[in-house]
């Protein structure tokens, strides 16, 4: 029986974003439709002037898992700098295949990076916050439902993560929809107080007024991340806060 301590009735601060697509050869070239290590820089930065508890990376952080050994040192470093915990969902891109960046990264010894479906099971768990976040993350680059039915709550707040297609018109006859599919009822189903949402490039809330649920949108293509205030009264309030400029912390590098 999970009790509530009196730590959890603070506000907490997340920042959620998505689809940072970060590759190597986006450091050697015009970085073209790849983000580089300043994306992530971008997004962290935007965290620390939020004051951000938490951020969630809801897929595709890293554009494909060929990276360079030296290239994911350098992104998990910059993770650890931050200091604030970080939670990846792995996307379609960036699977936790036996090749994954995942487990070539030295992530698990970053203590405030957790990897859903590698460092945790499906649900990570944060007392000091009162908060759980439960995410299924993409093990192969085969369709599979990012959203299937939820384990029970056990924190005062619940969030999810996906990382899938919403589709608001499911049954149109003869439409291609694609793979990971996320329907209306998937979403109000969670029953979480935030839906992380990832795959798409653009910011946008999706399903209907059951359910807080975002897309982040690409941080490069939308130029914001999802700022998100689950309050001491327990509403929820959600906000697009502008990328910060790379460098706004003294000796940036
Ligand atoms: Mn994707």
Known sequence: MYRMSAVSHREVVLIHSSDLHLSAESDVGPSGPFGTLSTL???????????????????????HNRQPSEFIDRATRTMGEYGMQIVILPGNHDPLTPDSVYRRAELTAASNVCVLGLTVDEVAIFPGLGLEIWGRAHRDYFDMSPLPKPPARSTRWRLTAAHGHYVEEPDEPGRLLGSWLIRREDLAGTGADYVALGHWNRAARVGDQRINAYYS????????????????????????APLSAWGARAGEK
Do not use: W
């Open 41 to 63: 820089h971008k997004v962290l930065t935007a965290a620390t002037v939020a004051h951000a508890d938490l951020v969630v990376l809801a897929g595709d952080t890293f554009d």
């Open 217 to 240: 949108g690409s941080p490069d293509y939308a130029g914001t991340v999802n700022l998100v205030r689950l309050r001491r009264d327990g509403e929820v309030e959600v906000t697009q």
